[in-house]
């Protein structure tokens, strides 16, 4: 006993020597942390499946353009076939800036399915969060290129309410949406996910204490 004892803490001592710590479970719903003078708000990730439904959504509108354009190509040729057509340099012209434009569109749907995954593969991670200190509310999201963050001041906010929000409710669960009224200026809004019915009013007393309002 003694002995495993001396090897796990040799292991122990190893990893902090590494700095190696266990991954985080993936945020899959909305959570609530309070630490002292500290809130924080964190939002559920997208799944696997999702992120690989919308790149193949992504890949699929592509080759559809792709295709699209190629059918009429085909239906052109079909009918020069039994109708013979001198192609005019107009025409031509036509069918040139046609192929490019839709190309084009393909290109960019293609392009936009790498950008996606890539994304998710870099930050898909990382929940959106919100965090509430006495100097203010820090919201934190993943950009269309990296992480990004803005601050509103603890001065100028007045209050926290909840709202319902508008709409079809899937599933039945009713979302909320927390609003951060602030003085002079047009509130803020953050919807929040189907959860607990419990757990909006407590983001909302947690916030309030940590900016004391």
Known sequence: MGERGRRIGAMAELLESLNYYPPAKPVRELTLTVEPRIARVEFP???????????????????????????????????????????????????????????????FWWLLAAHEWRMHRRFGHIPRSLTADESGITRRWTGWRS??????????????????????????????????????????????????PSLPPRIVEAFSAALRI
């Open 45 to 107: 990730i997208r799944s696997m499946w999702a992120v690989r439904i919308s790149v193949a959504l992504n890949i699929l509108t592509g080759a559809m353009k792709l295709a699209a354009f190629v059918f009429v190509l085909w239906i052109i040729h079909s009918i020069s076939v039994h109708w013979p057509v001198d192609l005019t340099p107009e025409l031509r012209w036509i069918l040139v800036r046609g192929a490019f434009l839709v190309a084009a569109v393909a290109c």
């Open 147 to 196: 992480l990004r963050e803005r601050h509103w001041l603890a001065a100028e906010i007045i209050a926290i309410e909840l709202q319902p929000q508008r709409g079809v409710h899937l599933w039945g669960k009713k979302r909320r949406t927390l609003v951060v009224r602030r003085a002079g200026k047009r509130p803020l809004r953050f919807a929040l996910p189907g959860c607990a």
